[in-house]
């Protein structure tokens, strides 16, 4: 079965601090689609990003980046000079593709607090 | 595109009552997915829709849920009855194709006194 963790449940740091954001994923399938979703106070859930499982390299954009690295099933976001509002919770996602579809699995979600 | 719609943002019911919530997926999205938000369990897959279709309900927590999505551009999670453990977040989301990102509608938060 397909799973998600977000080792860290919450994490506070200040302002203009580049900070990481971990996801560690399972999956037995060989074709899967990763995702990060960003929730801020204001509850709504937005999508940020999603990556295919042929797809390593890297990405930017603007002050976000992720790192997908499958030797070590990992999918971790780093939000460069971070800024109040990037204060939210990020959750990392899942999709399966060999078995048919199969909706987005999400982590527990991190909390990122960034203090001015 | 307006995006995906949800009704009400808030609503709040006593045990026993039943509840419906409402949802309207961005036009052209070929999959619809209900998602249910707690502290305890984080954002659970209660049941999803490909052309109006439900493909997998195996997350509707009992017999007390229900879902249905009578055209492409409508549908609804009924609760009935309610009981105050069904007090969450419910989110609707849609996607264009399999394997494409979900987009979220607002969400209604339920509270079930």
């Known amino acids: 079965a397909q799973k998600v963790t977000q080792a860290q449940t919450e994490i506070s740091v200040v302002e203009k601090e580049d900070v990481t954001l971990d996801c560690v994923y399972e999956?037995?399938?060989?074709?899967?689609?990763l995702f990060w979703y960003k929730q801020p106070p204001s509850g709504e859930l937005v999508f940020l990003i999603r990556?295919?499982?042929?797809?390593?390299q890297n990405e930017i954009s603007g002050r976000y980046s992720w790192n997908f690295q499958k030797s070590t099933s990992s999918f971790n976001f780093t939000i460069t000079a971070s800024q109040v509002v990037d204060s939210a919770v990020y959750f990392c996602?899942?999709?399966?593709?060999?078995?048919?579809?199969?909706?987005?699995?999400f982590g527990k979600g991190t909390r990122l607090s960034v203090i001015a | 595109d307006a995006g995906v719609i949800q009704s009400p943002r808030h609503e709040v019911t006593e045990m026993g009552q039943e509840v419906t919530l409402r949802c309207k997926p961005i036009?052209?999205?070929?999959?619809l997915f209900w998602y249910r938000q707690t502290m305890m369990r984080g954002l659970e897959l209660l049941i999803y829709f490909n052309n109006n279709v439900p493909i997998d309900d195996s997350g509707m927590p009992e017999d007390r849920f229900s879902a249905k999505m009578p055209n492409a551009s409508f549908s609804t999670l009924k609760i009935q009855p309610s009981e105050p453990r069904d007090s969450a977040v419910y989110f609707c989301?849609?996607?264009?194709?399999?394997?494409?990102?979900?987009?979220f509608g607002q969400g209604t938060r339920l509270t079930v006194v």
């Open positions: 990556r295919n499982s042929f797809d390593e």
């Open positions: 996602a899942l999709s399966e593709a060999n078995s048919g579809n199969t909706p987005l699995v």
């Open positions: 036009s052209g999205h070929d999959y």
């Open positions: 989301a849609s996607s264009l194709r399999e394997y494409t990102e979900a987009f």
């Open positions: 999956t037995r399938d060989t074709t899967y689609y």
